[in-house]
């Protein structure tokens, strides 16, 4: 797991702003009392920036997170160089200037990269095979949507000619929604039930090798599969996509990590109440919220996430039509948050923890 570092103050080195484009993308080196040394257009291929590297050796490269940071700063730190992956969500010098072009971009990175970094908000990135096995499970979750946006077009073309597919699970729908096709409607349905038939069988194949994986790399999702709502698919999500747990200070540090976390506006007595940020994984949101779903709903068991979900909604913390969304996303925040602390911790899950410190009552044999 690549770390970023620093000395408070100015780079005493050389800094190499890097602007990444898709076909070219513009550096500017300047050095470390900031006057520009150098400033050009190179090819982003991997030959023509390992021959520009070998030349910087030594410095510190600035670039923007994007389709191709990460291997570019793979490249960079072989070669030699300090790396720094600036956050655009918090850099808005960069995304919202009046003036913005390749270059200013690339002499603006070099510029924040040499005189404070902590402007830049350093991304850190994952392990590479980490990287290389959480594409897998978005692979996966695009053959779902896949399979889900044919099944819901297969449903609305029966229901316009007065049909009605079978309730079922998506994994039988091929079979069940053949008996319901008419002969006329086979000619533009059939094709996609096969595919539907397709999705199912590479979904199934892709998950079971996903499983098999995380048991051989990640023993860590054994532990977090003992949380109620938390299968293998979460488990293994929520492992990948954190990567390393030491890169958290604390455990709750994540919820902002998972745009799970309230916005603020506060000004002198006003402090609305806003919806949660958005901003980080959405993935790793999406997947807590999967699973906090199953906790909050008739066959959740009891334990300590799904009273807290129960307390929000009892003492009316949360009103409205929204208020079990909003219990139902907080429980989610909570729940990774537990994950990352059993991660850190190395201790088992005990569903009745804060049960016991509280005084509260737990069922006979908890």
């Known amino acids: 797991m690549q770390k970023f570092t620093f000395t408070p103050g100015i780079s005493e080195k050389k800094t190499l702003g890097f602007d990444l484009g898709d ?15 150098d400033q050009a257009v190179v090819e982003t ?18 670039l923007e997170m994007g389709t191709h940071a990460c291997w570019i700063a793979d490249l960079a730190e ?78 609305g073309v029966l229901k316009h000619h007065a049909l009605r597919a079978p ?3 998506p994994e039988c729908f ?37 499983k098999k994986m995380a048991k051989e790399r990640y023993p860590i999702t054994d532990i977090f599969e003992a949380v109620p709502g938390v299968a293998s698919i979460v488990s293994t999500t929520v492992a ?29 007595e006003s402090n609305p109440e806003l919806s949660i940020t958005k901003a980080g994984d959405g993935e790793l949101r999406r997947t807590g919220v999967l699973a906090a779903n199953y906790i909050m709903g008739p ?10 979900g129960m307390r929000m909604l009892d003492n009316g913390r949360r009103k ?3 208020a079990k969304k909003r219990a139902i996303v907080a429980v989610a925040r909570k729940l990774v948050v537990l994950l990352l602390h059993l991660w850190k911790t190395g201790k088992k899950y005990d569903p009745f923890y804060l049960a016991r410190k509280n005084g509260e009552p737990i069922p006979a044999g908890a």
């Open 23 to 37: 076909r070219r993308s513009h550096y500017c080196l300047v050095d470390r009392r900031g006057r520009e040394i």
């Open 45 to 62: 291929t991997r030959p023509r920036l390992l021959a520009l590297f070998k030349r910087m050796k030594g410095a510190r490269l600035v």
């Open 78 to 155: 072989e070669m030699g160089l300090e790396v720094l992956i600036a956050n655009p969500r918090s850099f808005e010098l960069l995304t919202k200037s009046y003036r913005k072009t390749d270059a200013n971009d690339c002499q603006l990175l070099a510029d924040a990269g040499r005189m404070s970094p902590r402007l830049l908000s350093p991304i850190v990135r994952r392990p590479k095979q980490c990287r290389v096995d959480l594409t897998a499970m978005r692979s996966r979750k695009c053959l779902v949507d896949l399979r889900t946006k044919s099944i819901n077009h297969v449903r």
């Open 167 to 169: 309730s079922c699970s």
């Open 174 to 210: 091929h079979r069940k929604v053949v008996e319901v096709i008419p002969k006329e409607l086979e000619m533009a349905l059939l094709p996609l039930v096969r595919s539907i038939e397709c999705l199912n069988s590479q979904i199934k194949s892709l998950e079971s090798q996903t």
């Open 240 to 268: 990948l996509t954190i990567g390393d747990p030491d890169r958290f200070p604390k455990a709750r540090a994540i919820g902002a990590y998972m745009g799970a976390v309230p916005r603020q506006a506060s000004s002198g």
């Open 299 to 308: 066959f959740g068991p009891d334990c300590d996430l799904r009273r807290f």
């Open 320 to 322: 409205g039509k929204n």
